[in-house]
């Protein structure tokens, strides 16, 4: 035991030494002062909502970007608009990579998942495929999945207890049919494990979460060891992984067989496997993007699960928007009418409250950290090869330049004087999926599942708050979950949907009848 505890300390002071030369070259962005050896890592935010922590950083220190040190891992924390532009965007070729997590990567075995991997010529290979399959150039290609799904939704809500089971089986069911054209009943034995292996990356991708991404030979002590429990995970949602990546992929190629294969993203990519190459290579770059495509896709469905929730606890919180909405769409839609993707141009204050939802609790406040590559300055300031660089999307969103009274659940800052959308107004979506080269490739497949989630619930019910069996109105705590992890979510809480109208119970039916 004394063995190991030298082997830690001597590890230690050499990460400590190797940081001092490399941060010697230059001035460093402002930030806590760093102690001898461990830098700072009692200074760097635990638990949740590190991203509030972040911003008072910024503002403690008055500057958009800072710096932190812990063990010899560099991190800088972007808290404005124009820094994530500067950086990540305009410098994209240095700073597209990912940081190789010990735990998520290698113990878990997420190194090569689109989402995570570093930026390389697989990468660049998953994403031209992606791309090419999901194109935003032709956001229709989905729609009628996604009314589909929908209508299913708007039957489950009404007679569930569990907003959040159906939310999350509405958006899984939508992804396993995008990606492997399995249907519903089809897809119920993958979305179990699929969420439950999504729940494992939220807590794996967050840097921080475990001692052995800061020191990664940790990696190699036995299970036994004390505060070794981190290995137990790692095996346990490993396994978590093969059995999402693998089962429905071949599910998938069994229908081709079959001849029965609904057009998907995998059925689409194996048909045109070029016969005169390589078909090995071929199939394994498919099976990768098809995983790639069901995990960016799967992770897509976190933020939309959660963002569907927010809007559901935000009308709840602001009767008076509710009914805003519900007279615009009785106004374009009449009443007993289900809106469709058509009427999307026509529903200005539907569109707004989608982008407020984006914008006052991003799903992803801090989305997923980059890795800058070479050493680079900015600002005069000197920002070492290998930092982990975090935009602090939440603060962006938050910024009260851009939008007055940030903590103010408010469509209408994104209208104007006439009602119409208001394109002076910085736009949420263009923030809450991600910066630059890594910004998530099937964000107009989630922008769009949100918005006919949120049209169809406010065309179909009136959301109200629960009553317990004495007739008391149980408020909501409007509370979100602090604990460690990528996402942002509402806590739970209580609500009913109740339908608006006889007009709208038939519609529902004839739309569930025609699907």
């Not at 910024?399 to 394109?423: A, H, I, Q």
């Amino acid at each position: 035991m004394t063995e190991t505890y030298i082997v830690l300390l001597v590890a230690l002071a050499i990460s400590a030494l190797w940081y001092d030369r490399r941060s010697s070259k230059g001035k460093l962005p402002p930030g806590p002062r760093k102690l001898p050896i461990v830098g700072n890592l009692f200074n760097m935010p635990s638990g949740g909502q590190v991203w509030l922590a972040y911003a008072r950083m910024c503002h403690e220190y008055a500057s958009d970007i800072i710096h932190l040190s812990a063990l010899g891992n560099s991190v800088i924390v972007l808290n404005s608009a124009k820094s994530v532009s500067d950086l990540l965007e305009k410098r994209s070729s240095i700073y597209s990579s990912r940081p190789q997590l010990t735990m998520l990567h290698d113990m878990i075995g997420w190194k090569d998942a689109f989402s995570f991997s570093p930026y390389n010529d697989t990468w660049k290979a998953q994403r031209k495929l992606f791309t090419q399959l999901i194109t935003p150039s032709d956001p229709a290609r989905f729609y009628p999945k996604q009314i589909h799904a929908t209508h299913a939704l708007l039957e489950h809500l009404l007679i569930s207890n569990d907003i959040m089971k159906e939310l999350h089986h509405w958006a899984a069911v939508l992804i396993m049919d995008i990606t492997y054209g399995i249907n519903s009943k089809e897809a119920e034995p993958y979305i179990t494990t699929a969420i439950e292996a999504l729940d494992s990356i939220a807590i794996a991708g967050t840097p921080g979460a475990f001692l052995v991404d800061m020191l990664p030979f940790l990696k190699y002590v036995p299970e036994w060891f004390p505060g070794a429990g981190f290995k137990k995970k790692a095996k346990k949602w490993s396994e978590l992984r093969i059995k999402m990546t693998e089962k429905p992929f071949i599910a998938a190629k069994k229908q081709i067989v079959k001849g029965n294969a609904v057009e998907s993203l995998t059925s689409l990519a194996l048909e045109n496997i070029d016969l005169n190459q390589n078909i090995s290579y071929q199939e394994d770059i498919i099976k990768g993007t098809a995983v790639t495509s069901y995990g960016v896709l799967l992770t897509g469905t976190h933020q939309v699960v959660a963002a569907v929730n927010a809007f559901i606890l935000a009308m709840l919180l602001n009767m008076d928007i509710q009914r805003q909405a519900h007279n615009e769409l009785d106004r374009v839609l009449g009443p007993g009418n289900l809106p469709t993707f058509d009427d999307e141009s026509s529903l200005p204050y539907i569109s707004a409250i989608v982008r407020e939802v984006l914008r006052h609790n991003p799903i992803t406040p801090l989305a997923i950290p980059h890795l800058l590559i070479q050493d680079d300055i900015y600002k005069d300031y000197f920002l070492l090869k290998g930092t982990v660089v975090i935009g602090n999307a939440w603060s962006i969103l938050h910024d009260e330049e851009t939008y007055p009274d940030p903590s103010v659940f408010n469509p209408s800052r994104f209208l104007d004087k006439n009602g119409r959308l208001n394109t002076d107004v910085m736009d949420p979506a263009l923030i809450a999926f991600g910066f630059g080269r890594r910004i998530c490739p099937g964000r107009h497949i989630a922008i769009a599942s949100i918005w006919i989630a949120i049209a169809s619930v406010l065309a179909c019910y009136n959301i109200e708050k629960e009553v317990d069996k004495h007739g008391n109105v149980i408020e909501p705590s409007g509370k979100w979950f602090s604990g460690p992890s990528l996402f942002n979510r509402p806590l739970p809480f209580k609500c009913r949907f109740v339908p608006r109208s006889k007009e709208v119970e038939v519609a529902l039916k004839a739309a569930l009848d025609t699907n």
